[in-house]
């Protein structure tokens, strides 16, 4: 809200303004400089609350007006006292890096931070102000938590956003060295490293001391670093894919991943434990190469480290191999460390002296025009004469492109309603209540039961049978009755079977409307089946989806995750997008009953299960399908047990996928188009209710043309963009420039103290 920004910065200045001229006419007292001081950090905070957290460039400026004002009555105050001074352009340099770190993001945030934290340090110590150097501390303390926080995270991060957004954004793994992480360790180890240096030049107990942690906290990021990159060099993980993985496949290659990086954890453990040692002895072999008592110390500590990690943890979970590389490498390097000792050995009791001293510091809807630019295709609809509704049949390339994304504008480019529905209407089947009596278990294995609709002349043509069994396939008789004395046979070659997860038990038979219902399943391998319980329903006839057809390529496959009794086929059924019911197999052998197994998908070899079933030919019975699921994958992976028969010949496959149709409302005639080819969310019309409460009425044919490539995609949206968005780039670079320029007079004012 501009208006409650504006608000805030005349409540800040009626604040800052008299503050100022008092501070500058009138004697400095701490409440006058704490009121100057927290007047600009509430504007900054009230006007955060009237942005959001994409106008960067805004509150950058914000926080910068602010630092500018510190800095300018900061530098007047130099003249007066120093130190309040000092207290003023260090809270403008805290602002600057604030507003830097605005316009940045990730690492950078953390390197400015660091090289900020690095600057205070060093003049504090120059000057050896010890204000100054809590002030570093703070800004320190500042670039630990950023580290902790958010930069140690974010290779997990954007790992966990590479599996979201299913590889289009993000990174599976992190690459050695240069990546957030480590970049941000490095720079924060490197500022800290500085700091030390300084410190320990200024010749004060309270800056050496500062000193000893910054150079220990120094080693700790560097050798944090150091362990998480060797790690992440010999870490071994399936190579990320080409493209865009879908959801069943990513899930998948997820499994893939995630267990590689189950497998290599003894060896990133051995690895960790190396790395410990190595930069152990590294430590020692500084400490006495320059000579310097604290670096000896700090590798004597991370070498009790190593052995602690090595005893309470390698030898107890590592394999004998790992446990016998570890204790090599270990050991070698505790032996060239002692090597050195040793050689300084008449210095050993001195260090022990000195080192206790030391050891003790450091524990211290309506329509609308479309925008034609968010979508990569387009398609003519042609023939629309006049306003009314149309209707054209899907096809493949409209389910390669998504439904969701599908949008149709019309001459006007007034975005037309739509909805999708099968062909022909479907009617739903007219279920009838019945009861079902004399539930018996026959000689041989058979199962029957009664099913009574209640009353004469009610049509039915399926049963649905609910049957206590598992792994099971029977034949099924189905008789009729209209005084369940005298049964007639109207049905004979009907099946049912369960095979895995897969379940069929509907038996479909000619249109009877007698009352009495007797079904049979008879004999067959397997336990004692038991008819629990059924559901009798009349299908319309024209009522049942139509079926569209793709041809599949079947191949056979070798691989070797395939069974010593079981046959692995490739299909390619072409298209990707098609919802598809079922596969249908041309299978030349002539007699056969094998359990098959339906796999999918789009990016092999990641495959996932979709369903089961049985293929069998016997007589003038046969199966010779599986269902699909509407599975939209474009490859499909049959495996068949054979046991010891010899193997199906398959010599071709059908995909079927049902057949939909389009219907949208034309308001005017003329040339309409259909977008596709974009991330939008599915669109919600109420053309569909209000068709289904009024009726549709007549219903005019529509063309399709030919997918074309949209001229207008990528191109800016129409209508005006504000100035800041216009030129956003420019602006963040001047802002950049003006912040650098300001921070760079904040520390020249510091460095030169007023005489």
Same mark, same amino acid.
């Given at each position: ?46 006007? =955060? ?133 480590? !970049?941000?360790? @490095? ?58 993985? /879908? /959801? ?65 943890? %390698? ?6 191999? =790992? ?20 050689? #300084?050995? $008449?210095? !050993? ?25 968010? =979508? ?35 001459? %006007? ?5 739509? #909805? ?51 792994? &099971? ?79 599949? $390529? ?9 069974? /010593? ?17 079922? @596969?249908? &197999? ?11 197994? !339906?796999?999918?998908?789009? $990016? ?19 199966? !010779? ?19 010891? %028969? ?17 219907? =949208? ?87 030169? /103290?007023?005489?």
């Amino acid at each position: 809200d501009h208006k409650l920004i504006w608000i805030a910065a005349l409540w800040w200045l009626a604040y800052f303004g008299p503050g100022a001229w008092e501070l500058l006419t009138k004697a400095i007292v701490p409440q006058r400089l704490l009121t100057v001081s927290a007047a600009g950090l509430g504007f900054i905070l009230l006007a =955060f609350r009237q942005t959001g957290d994409g106008d960067s460039l805004p509150r950058a400026a914000l926080v910068a007006v602010v630092g500018v004002a510190d800095l300018l009555l900061g530098a007047r105050l130099l003249r007066v006292e120093r130190r309040s001074g000092s207290v003023l352009l260090g809270q403008a340099l805290a602002l600057f890096a604030g507003a830097i770190a605005l316009l940045l993001s990730g690492a950078s945030i953390t390197f400015v931070w660091a090289a900020m934290a690095a600057v205070v340090a060093v003049l504090a110590a120059r000057e050896k102000d010890q204000l100054w150097l809590a002030g570093a501390l703070a800004l320190f303390l500042a670039v630990l938590v950023r580290l902790i926080g958010i930069d140690f995270q974010s290779v997990d991060a954007r790992n966990a956003q590479w599996f979201a957004t299913a590889g289009t954004a993000g990174a599976l793994r992190a690459t050695f060295l240069f990546n957030g992480r480590a !970049l941000a360790f @490095l720079g924060g180890s490197a500022a800290l490293f500085i700091a030390a240096r300084a410190s320990g030049r200024a010749g004060d107990k309270r800056f050496t001391q500062a000193g000893i942690g910054f150079i220990s906290l120094a080693h700790a990021l560097l050798l944090f670093v150091v362990v998480s990159e060797a790690q992440n060099l010999v870490l071994q993980t399936p190579a990320a894919p080409a493209g865009p993985l /879908p /959801p069943q496949e990513l899930q998948r290659f997820a499994e893939l991943f995630y267990r590689a990086v189950v497998d290599h954890e003894q060896t990133l453990s051995m690895v960790a434990t190396l790395t410990l040692g190595l930069y152990a002895a590294l430590l020692v072999a500084v400490g006495f190469t320059l000579p310097d008592k604290l670096h000896r110390y700090l590798g004597l500590g991370l070498f009790a480290l190593t052995l602690g990690k090595l005893l309470l943890w %390698d030898v107890w979970h590592l394999p004998r191999l =790992f446990q016998t590389l570890v204790l090599l490498g270990l050991g070698a390097l505790l032996l060239g460390a002692s090597f050195l000792y040793a050689r #300084f050995g $008449k210095r !050993l009791v001195t260090l022990l002296r000195d080192g206790t001293a030391l050891l003790l510091i450091l524990c211290a809807g309506r329509a609308r025009a479309l925008e034609p630019a968010q =979508f990569k295709e387009v398609r003519p609809i042609q023939n629309v004469a006049a306003p009314s509704l149309y209707r054209f049949e899907l096809d493949p390339a409209l389910y390669q492109r998504g439904l969701n994304g599908l949008r149709i504008a019309g001459p %006007d480019g007034a975005e037309a309603p739509y #909805f999708i529905r099968d062909l022909p209407i479907p009617m739903p089947a007219v279920r009838h209540p019945v009861t079902m009596v004399d539930p018996v278990t026959l000689p041989g294995g058979a199962t029957r039961a009664v099913f009574d609709l209640g009353r004469q002349g009610l049509k039915h043509s399926e049963v649905k049978l609910a049957i206590d069994g598992n792994d &099971f396939l029977r034949r099924v008789r189905v008789e009729v009755s209209t005084d369940e004395r005298d049964f007639a046979q109207l049905a004979g070659s009907g099946r049912v079977y369960a095979v895995g997860d897969t379940r069929h038990t509907t038996v479909e038979y000619p249109v009877s409307d007698a009352r009495y219902l007797r079904v049979t399943v008879l004999g067959g391998l397997g336990d004692q089946l038991r008819i629990t319980g059924g559901e009798v329903s009349y299908a319309v006839i024209g009522s049942k989806p139509v079926l569209r057809t793709l041809q599949a $390529k079947v191949s056979p496959n070798s691989a070797a995750d395939a069974g /010593p009794h079981e046959q692995l086929y490739d299909l390619d059924t072409g298209e990707a997008g098609v919802p598809l019911e079922r @596969l249908d &197999f041309d299978i030349a052998t002539p007699a056969f009953e094998r359990r098959a197994t !339906l796999e999918a998908s789009e $990016k092999p070899p990641y495959w996932f299960f979709i369903g089961s079933g049985l293929l069998y030919r016997a007589g003038d019975q046969s199966e !010779l399908s599986l269902n699909a699921g509407q599975s939209t994958r474009r490859f499909f992976r049959l495996q068949v047990q054979s046991g010891d %028969d010899a193997p199906l010949t398959i010599t071709g496959a059908r995909a079927q996928y049902r057949a939909q149709e389009l219907i =949208f409302r034309a308001n005017a005639a003329g040339p309409y188009q259909l977008y596709a080819g974009s991330n939008l969310e599915a669109p919600s019309y109420d053309l569909a209710a209000v068709i289904a409460r009024g009726g549709a009425g007549a219903i005019a044919e529509a063309a399709l043309g030919d997918f074309i490539a949209n001229p207008a995609y990528g191109s800016a949206p129409s209508g005006p963009k504000p100035f800041s968005e216009q030129h956003r780039t420019a602006l963040m670079a001047v802002l950049g420039c003006a912040l650098a320029g300001l921070a760079l007079w904040t520390v020249r004012l510091l460095r030169n /103290p007023s005489k």
